[in-house]
């Protein structure tokens, strides 16, 4: 029994979706994380809340889950590997079930030594195709992972991740059909700046029928400056950042407008590539721009299912 989500409506219906993410604070504050879903409410179908990204301890993504709910947002809850075993995982899918929460994403998670705890342990019980799974098991099968029954239904919408871009770049699809053969129901990818490399993605996708086995959104992510742009080609696995884009902003004026309209373009290009259903906007930080990018690419408005 899938869950029945809006994004999950949107998608089988055949529009272009549009998902965002939204980082929960390293506090208690719920202020935050409603503020992040009254920006984000309007322009998107639905919005993940991350799981201690990049290893940095912060409110829990089921409780941003919760709060985003409670503002009128249709919520993604990150679920990483790293962090807790098939008993943790498989509660907490539970206890996020039954507060509403119909949309999963299914990580392995950024490894410990890159945060805030380095020497933490990681857990890695099972893997993030394990967990997807998992959660098919349970909602198709109404079992936990030893085969036990669960009461009552388990409605699930589930996701993962993609990395086109990393190497070997042959292997992507075949990782990309593992977890299409694992049950995943849609899947959000690194972000994607070189739109070529991409578009070969998605044509070997589009070859082994994979486009119709499963819903790919396209990741974006907002430049803010030339720096930030550096940063990525050099230190964050799996971006490729073209010479163009970081020589554009080089040059501009005003960087940051710069880097919306690359991101503008990128959005018009990737919507034409066969197979691609949406995107998925990762603007950590500067969620303020969201609406404006969305309102610019003609997506707006956003229909409700």
Known sequence: MKAGTNLEKILDSGRFAVTAEAGPPKGTSAAVVQRKGEILRNCCDAVNITDNQTAIVRMSSLAGCVLLKQTGVEPVMQMVVRDRNRLALQSDILGAVSMGIGNFLCL???????????????????????????????????????????????????????????????????????KVKAGVDFIQTQAVYDVPKFARYMEMVCEQGLDKRVHILAGVIPIRSAGMARYMRDYVSGVSVPDEIITRLEQAEKAKEEGVKIILEIIEQVEEIPGVHGIHIMAVGWEDIVPEMVEKAGLMPRPIL
């Open 108 to 178: 392995s998670g950024d490894h410990q030594q890159f945060g805030n705890h380095p020497t933490a342990k990681g857990v890695f019980d099972i893997d993030s195709i394990q967990l997807i799974q998992m959660m098919k098991k349970m909602r198709d099968e109404k079992q936990f992972l030893n085969g036990e029954e669960i009461s009552g239904d388990v409605p699930m919408y589930i996701g993962a991740a993609a990395n086109p871009f990393a190497d070997p770049f042959e292997y992507r699809v075949k990782r990309l059909a593992k």
